[in-house]
């Protein structure tokens, strides 16, 4: 474009293209509307009634939405060379929905399109006939208002990369309220990771801030639309580390369209009973370890017993006869299969039954299926299998485990330690298993029996956020559920702040059940300016993992460490100083030091609610415009200190103000940035 009336034309071509779409969105949203009341009559039967109705609804819903919000933010141009291939000659326009007239080719295409992947992908050497990119700006404020657009005219070897100016401002605008899509700027390597296909299960390594939570609720967007039959029947998981993380996260999939994602902590996963009892952290690290897995399928081998005797079973005029050597061959024959113990026992039934049927037919008769059932059900065949395989609840069988040592000592001989055992012992057993108080790993290992006894329901695909924290027990948790679908694992072995973290991820992926899914680093980070990051940093020789260094992308940002004889009265000062500017704030303090913080706090005038004051055990996953840290040397002091340290100096977008009245933690002294 080359000179002012070109640019004017354009822009005004622009806007009319705009309003055009618009008219068609308010169309489709009336047009979801009458569907929505019409729909649920002319459907056939109640169910197809209701399901329409439900989808018409949510269709509805979503157009109506966000009526104001951009309904675009690229549109692709390809030239007329066979390098466009069916695009020849062709502009689409890529938003985050669909849109389009009554009639014709859409106005605005799905980022999800298979072309739209162009968008995200083409360069200046390997353009596949784009001829040029075009970026559009929009003000953020509903309604949107066109500001303006950037051309990167691939066709004449020009590619933005990370230097178009639209990403950086998307990047450093202030975080207000949950997280954000970023459908609009997606970076060629996030794009290749959210486009992997259904039956990849895949893992992202990457550092603060590159954008793998970011990744994650794509790919599950993306999965949803390019494998929507599939998944609507599967359903897709994404599990998050804490309630927190969940609601910062939980807004990113409705606005791209998808509500019917769960997004769940893995405590919720495995079920409402609450964890009500503590575990001594000798007795935490055991009921973690990956050997519990074996010491329950022995518990629950060793419940079955051999059969003592045979088998009578009236039958009208006959008293059928299985003897104790047959049927103890079909126990065995039920047992090589290796089947869930649930299953295993109504195979066992079906082979005693079996048996019963072959002597019947030795008088010349032919059972029919009812006769199978009750034959089944009778009071001797009950006995037999009550006998030998019996029935049994998780919650009973780990009573046991945790209440008598003979039964733990002959599960465990071999597998753990003496003084493994006694550390999962419980000092006083309750009277029954069903008054028994189960601390947050029982919870896991009662899911793992309950795995044992019956498979569960499992999900399409699941996300698995922050994966580096899960224990080789919760990731079998994980691994059930996916047995027949596909993993998404997103983590940093720099952030892992639990006793059981994993330091590589080949041990992680192989107890979560992919160990072929293909690791992969991302590397820029996206959230934290360099000189932050670069701070950040000097802590990665301490955390004793081999990851690769994350570079930030962002030049702008501003670190100061200031050493404060008034913890609290230098924190208030820093934070009035940042509520001059936009964006949230967080305080940060080792967890005993924060409610104390709160309280300082109260005096200062917030009237917007961004001040937030928070423990450093929480902060995982979240990002504030604006950090205050408080006294470092602390929060380096608990388990796994230096881990959650360097999650806490990488969750600052634009400033970071360090307070210490201790020294600072060595690798954080000198040559550190200078205070004010
Ligand atoms: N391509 C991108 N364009 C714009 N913003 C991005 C992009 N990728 C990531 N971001 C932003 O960077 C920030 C960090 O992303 P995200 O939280 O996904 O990173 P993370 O790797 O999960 O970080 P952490 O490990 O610290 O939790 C978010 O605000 C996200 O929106």
């Known amino acids: 474009m080359s000179s002012v009336s070109d640019v004017a034309r354009e822009l005004a071509a622009e806007q009319a293209y705009l309003a055009r779409v618009r008219a068609a969105r308010a169309w489709m949203s009336d047009h979801a509307r009458i569907r929505v009341a019409t729909g649920e009559q002319v459907a056939g039967d109640r169910y197809t009634a209701e399901t329409l109705g439900r989808m018409l609804k949510s269709h509805a819903q979503e157009l109506a939405g966000e009526p104001d919000g951009a309904p675009y933010f690229g549109r692709l141009r390809f030239d007329g060379t066979g390098a466009a291939g069916e695009h020849r000659d062709q502009q689409y326009y890529i938003g985050r929905r669909r849109i389009a007239e009554e009639q014709g080719p859409p106005l605005v295409i799905d980022w999800r399109a298979p072309v739209s992947s162009l ?174 897995a074996e010491v329950i399928r022995r518990a629950l081998g060793a419940l079955i017993r051999e059969p003592a005797e045979d088998l009578v079973v009236p039958d009208g005029s006959y008293r059928l006869r299985a003897g104790a050597g047959e049927l103890a061959r079909e126990l065995a024959l039920a047992r090589a299969g290796d089947l869930p113990y649930g299953v295993g026992r109504e195979r066992f039934r079906a082979r005693i039954v079996a048996l019963l049927q072959r002597r019947l037919e030795q008088h010349g008769e032919s059972p029919n299926r009812r006769w199978l059932d009750r034959t089944g059900r009778s009071g001797p065949v009950l006995a037999v299998l ?66 044992a006894i019956e498979h569960p329901a499992g999900f399409g695909h699941i996300v698995v956020d922050e994966a580096q924290d899960l224990s080789p027990m919760q990731c079998r948790a994980v691994a059930r559920r996916s047995r027949h679908g596909s993993l998404t694992v997103l983590g940093d072995l720099a952030q892992g702040t639990t006793a059981w973290a994993a330091t590589g991820w080949a041990a992680q992926l192989a107890h979560l059940g992919k160990p072929d899914a293909p690791v992969t680093a991302l590397t820029a980070g996206f959230r934290v300016p360099a000189v932050v990051l670069s701070y950040a940093n000097r802590l990665l020789p301490e955390l004793r993992v081999t990851v690769p260094v994350t570079r930030s992308v962002r030049r702008d940002g501003a670190l100061r460490v200031h050493r404060a004889p008034d913890l609290a009265a230098a924190v208030t000062e820093r934070v009035r100083a940042a509520l001059s500017a936009d964006g949230s704030i967080a305080v940060i303090a080792a967890d005993e030091r924060a409610g104390a913080l709160g309280a300082a706090l109260r005096a200062v005038d917030d009237p917007d609610s961004r001040v937030t004051v928070l423990p450093a055990t929480l902060v995982k996953g979240l990002e504030f415009d604006h950090v205050v840290v408080v006294e470092p040397a602390e929060i ?41």
């Open 636 to 676: 380096a002091a608990g388990p796994r200190g230096p881990h959650h340290l360097y999650v806490v100096l990488t969750r600052a977008v634009a400033r970071m103000d360090v307070l210490h009245r201790a020294p600072l933690p060595a690798p954080l002294r000198g040559g550190a940035p200078p205070g004010p």
């Open 119 to 292: 968008f995200y992908r083409a360069g200046a050497a390997d353009r596949h006939g784009v001829a040029v990119r075009r970026r559009y700006g929009w003000t953020h404020r509903p309604p949107a208002r066109l500001t303006g657009f950037e051309d990167e005219r691939l066709d004449l070897g020009e590619a933005l990369g990370a230097t178009s100016r639209l990403l950086a401002e998307e990047i450093e605008r202030p975080r207000v309220g949950p997280m954000r899509d970023i459908v609009a700027t997606i970076q060629p390597e996030q794009d290749e990771l959210v486009r992997a296909d259904l039956d990849q299960s895949l893992c992202v390594q990457g550092g603060p801030g590159t954008g793998k939570t970011a990744v994650g609720l794509h790919r599950a967007a993306y999965l949803l639309y390019a494998y929507r039959r599939q998944l609507r029947r599967t359903g897709v998981l994404v599990v998050g580390p804490n309630p927190a993380f969940l609601r910062y996260i939980s807004a990113v999939l409705p606005a791209l369209g998808e509500g019917d994602v769960r997004q769940r902590t893995l405590d919720e996963v495995l079920g409402d009973r609450p964890a009500r009892a503590i575990d001594t952290p000798a007795a935490a690290l055991v009921k973690h370890d990956a050997r519990m």
């Open 386 to 451: 009550d006998a030998c395989w019996p029935k049994v609840r998780p919650e009973q069988l780990l009573a046991r485990l945790l209440g008598e040592p003979d039964t733990l000592a002959a599960a465990a001989e071999g597998v753990l330690t003496g003084a493994e055992q006694a550390a999962l012992r419980w000092p006083r057993p309750p009277r029954s298993f069903r008054s028994a108080s189960w601390s947050p790993a029982d919870l896991v290992l009662l899911d793992e029996i309950a795995g």
